[in-house]
Nanobody, 120 residues
């Protein structure tokens, strides 16, 4: 079994910052790409940022220059530093990771989501 546990969401004013964390645990052999997605009410889930095992990153155009994704391979954790937050960043943020379990297959796993609300 693999668990992805997100933390760090909350309510913040426009222009503020938040840092999301996602810790992976369980019978993990190796973690490949990790990423953050978000889903606003009435909208489809969309990619926010991804990071490969080697550290290469990719961002949605809407967050470039404001958000930074990073990972700590020793802690099996991925982070999302969000600066200059806007009301349109309001959404449930989900962590995603491509993981090979011990003596098993390589699959995609999702966290339970954490709410980020940007409002004055």
């Amino acid at each position: 079994q693999v668990q992805l546990v997100e933390s760090g969401g909350g309510l913040v004013q426009p222009g503020g910052s938040l840092r999301l964390s996602c810790a992976q645990s369980g019978s993990i052999f190796s973690i490949y790409a990790m990423g953050w997605y978000r889903q606003a009410p009435g909208k489809q889930r969309e990619l926010v940022a991804t990071i490969t095992k080697g550290g290469s990153t990719n961002y949605a155009d809407s967050v470039k220059g404001r958000f930074t994704i990073s990972r700590d391979n020793a802690k099996n954790t991925v982070y999302l530093q969000m600066n200059s937050l806007k009301p349109e960043d309001t959404a449930v943020y989900y962590c995603n990771a491509e993981i090979r379990v011990i003596a098993g297959t390589r699959s995609n796993y999702w966290g339970q989501g954490t709410q980020v609300t940007v409002s004055s």
